[in-house]
């Protein structure tokens, strides 16, 4: 299913490279993360379910990369440009093998169901 993301088009031409540079750099960042490792979360300070996703991981032995921006009262308008990005409304945003997989519930339920394991025991896709 796409995701709805507002044509170019539709976009002045006055204001496109505005639009396109707000917080690049943040996005930029994060891709990066994502390249160079297999399982990357980007989370927020303080939340509980952040800190849940990382608690799994550790448990599970699974090695990962934690990148984290502010959190409930700083650095809102970074974090939302990679909601936008990413198309994923709450974080953690978690990344395995450049997948969005969701958030801190849907890793449960991959190491739960043991798919999160059998993605990390294959050959990463490049």
Known sequence: ???HVLDEF???PAVRSAVAASHRDIVEEVQASIADNRVVIIGMAT???VSGARK???KL???FRYLEYGNYLSQWRRRNALKMWSGWPTFPIIFVDGMLIGG???LKA???SGELMKLLNAERVS
């Open 1 to 3: 299913m796409p995701r």
């Open 10 to 12: 539709w976009i002045h």
């Open 47 to 49: 939340n509980p379910m």
């Open 56 to 58: 799994l991981l550790d």
């Open 61 to 63: 032995s699974v090695s």
């Open 104 to 106: 801190f519930q849907d």
């Open 110 to 112: 991959l190491a739960d």
